[in-house]
C-alpha cells in the first residue's frame, strides 16, 4: 500500500517553531510517511534532517522533500494591533458606518497566507505529479480571521487540511463571547470547511469549548514538545552567570522579552530583593517597541545601570537547544509569570525536562498545569509583592514540600506522545475519506 504523503507548513522561524517543525517532520517520516516540508529556512531543515534522522530517509522513494516558504508582506500597512486594539476599533468604526475597510485590512494578510500556500503546493504537485493527502499547518492563528467565509476559503486552497491552533483565545475568556458584533463570524468559524479534517491544539483546556463550535471534527490535543538537549555547561553565558550570581539563587526569564512575559514585574521584583541573595538573569530577543515611552525609559535606565544582581543578554534569541538548556540548568526558579498568555508554553515542559520550578501567573492553561503536576506557584498577574514571596519561599526550601510530578508532565509532552498524536490526526475516521 502507497504511504500517505503529508505536507507541513510554517511561515516562521524563531522561538519554538523550528523545534516544532523539526519534530513534526521526524515524527511524520518516522511513521512512515512520505513528507513534503515548506518552511522560512530549507537549508537549516536540510542540515538537520541529515545529521539527526538520516536513518529516515529514504533516497529511492525520496520521502523527505523541502521547500522555502516565508511568511507574506504585511498587507496592513505595517499594523501589529493588540487583541484588545483590534476589539476596540472595531466597535468604533461600526458605530461610524466604515467597518468595512478596516475588515479588508485584516483579512488581506490571512487572504495572502492562504494563497501562498496554495501556490507553493501547486508548484510542489506539478513536481512530484500527486497531491498531498493532508496540509498540516503548524501555526494554524494565522491562517484563521472571521472576516472569511470558508467557502472564500476552499476557491483558493483546494486541499485538505487541519493545523495546530495555538492561539484560541476566545475560548478562554469569560466575556469574549459578548465583544463579537452581530453578523460577524469568529476566529474558529474557517475550521467548519468541509476541507478542514481535524485540529490539534496544545491547550488541553479548551477542547471541550471547541468540540461545541466544529461539530463532527476530531480535536486533538497535542503535546508542547521541547529541545531536551544535554545542556552546555561550557558555554560563556553560563560561566558568566554561575560567575556572577556568587552563589545566590538564581532566577530567569528567557525567550521572547516582550511586556506579556512579565519582565517589568521580575525588574521590579530585582529591585525591590538587590539586597539580599538572589539574582536574575534575561535573555532572548527585547521588543524595546512592545512598551510605553514611560516603560522603554525604565527600561533602558534600568539595563544601562547594570544592577548588581542582574545580568542581561537581550540582543538576540539564544537557539534552542544545548544553548538555552545550559542557561535554563543553570537556575533555580524560572519566571514565567506571564501576561495576557492565555495557552501553553513549553518552557513548561523544558521545567518538567530539567527539574527546575517554576512561578506563573494564576488563571489559564499554565496555571492549571502548574497545579496538576506540583511545578511551582502561581501568583496573581503583575503583582510584585507576590512575586517577591513566591521568590523567597521557593528559595527557602519549601520548593521541596511541592513533591513535583517533573516525569508526569514530560511524559504528556514527550515525543512519544506526538507519535500518537499525528496518528489520531491523520488516522481519524474524516482523514481516511
Not at 472564500?152 to 483565545?169: A, E, M, N, V
Not at 460577524?184 to 468540540?211: F, M, R, T, Y
Not at 498568555?341 to 502548574?370: D, F, P, W
Request: charged fraction near 25%; charge should be neutral.
Amino acid at each position: 500500500m502507497k504511504a500517505k504523503t503529508i505536507a507541513i507548513i510554517d511561515t516562521l522561524w524563531i522561538g519554538h517553531h523550528p523545534t516544532f517543525f523539526k519534530n513534526y517532520t521526524r515524527a511524520l517520516l518516522e511513521l512512515g510517511y512520505r513528507v513534503l516540508a515548506f518552511c522560512p529556512d530549507p537549508e537549516d531543515l536540510h542540515q538537520w534532517a541529515t545529521s539527526h534522522i538520516g536513518d529516515r530517509l529514504d533516497k529511492e522513494s525520496n520521502n523527505l522533500w523541502i521547500y522555502k516558504l516565508v511568511r507574506p508582506r504585511e498587507k496592513n500597512f505595517g499594523l501589529r494591533l493588540s487583541y484588545k486594539l483590534i476589539r476596540e476599533l472595531e466597535k468604533n468604526l461600526i458605530k461610524l458606518g466604515i467597518d468595512s475597510y478596516f475588515k479588508n485590512i485584516l483579512s488581506l494578510e490571512t487572504m495572502q497566507y492562504w494563497r501562498d500556500a496554495s501556490v507553493a503546493l501547486d508548484r510542489a504537485v506539478l513536481e512530484l505529479g500527486e497531491k498531498p493527502d493532508l496540509v498540516f499547518l503548524a501555526m494554524l492563528d494565522n491562517y484563521l480571521s472571521k472576516w472569511i467565509s470558508p467557502s472564500q476559503i476552499s476557491q483558493i486552497f483546494p486541499y485538505q487540511w487541519s493545523g495546530l491552533y495555538l492561539h484560541p483565545r476566545h475560548l478562554r475568556l469569560a466575556n469574549c463571547q459578548q465583544s463579537f458584533p452581530a453578523g460577524s463570524w469568529q476566529p474558529d468559524n474557517l475550521l467548519n470547511s468541509s476541507l478542514c479534517q481535524s485540529v490539534a491544539l496544545l491547550d488541553e483546556g479548551v477542547v471541550e469549548k471547541l468540540s461545541q463550535r466544529i461539530a463532527r471534527k476530531p480535536i486533538v490535543v497535542f503535546p508542547d514538545i521541547t529541545n531536551e538537549a544535554e545542556p552546555d555547561w561550557e558555554d560563556y553565558r553560563v560561566k558568566e552567570l554561575k560567575e556572577k550570581a556568587k552563589g545566590r539563587k538564581i532566577i530567569g526569564l528567557f525567550g521572547s522579552l516582550d511586556k506579556r512575559k512579565g519582565i517589568l514585574t521580575l525588574l521590579s521584583a530585582a529591585e525591590q530583593l538587590k539586597e539580599k541573595e538572589y539574582f536574575f538573569i534575561l535573555a532572548g530577543k527585547l521588543w524595546i517597541s512592545n512598551f510605553s515611552r514611560q516603560e522603554q525609559k525604565f527600561l533602558k535606565d534600568t539595563i544601562e545601570s547594570s544592577p548588581s544582581n542582574c545580568l542581561f543578554y537581550l540582543d538576540d534569541f539564544i537557539p534552542d537547544g544545548v544553548k538555552i538548556n545550559g542557561l535554563l540548568s543553570a537556575c533555580d526558579i524560572l519566571m514565567l509569570a506571564y501576561e495576557k498568555v492565555l495557552h501553553s508554553s513549553n518552557m513548561l515542559t523544558k521545567a518538567a525536562v530539567l527539574q527546575k520550578h517554576v512561578i506563573v501567573s494564576e488563571g489559564y492553561c499554565m496555571a492549571e498545569r502548574t497545579k496538576k503536576y506540583r511545578l511551582g506557584l502561581t501568583i496573581a498577574e503583575g503583582d510584585v509583592l507576590e512575586l517577591i514571596r513566591a521568590i523567597e519561599y521557593m528559595s527557602q526550601g519549601e520548593d521541596g514540600k511541592l513533591d513535583s510530578d517533573f516525569a508526569g508532565l514530560r511524559e504528556n509532552h514527550s515525543y512519544e506522545r506526538l507519535l500518537e498524536a499525528f496518528e489520531e490526526i491523520i488516522n481519524s475516521d474524516i482523514a481516511k475519506g
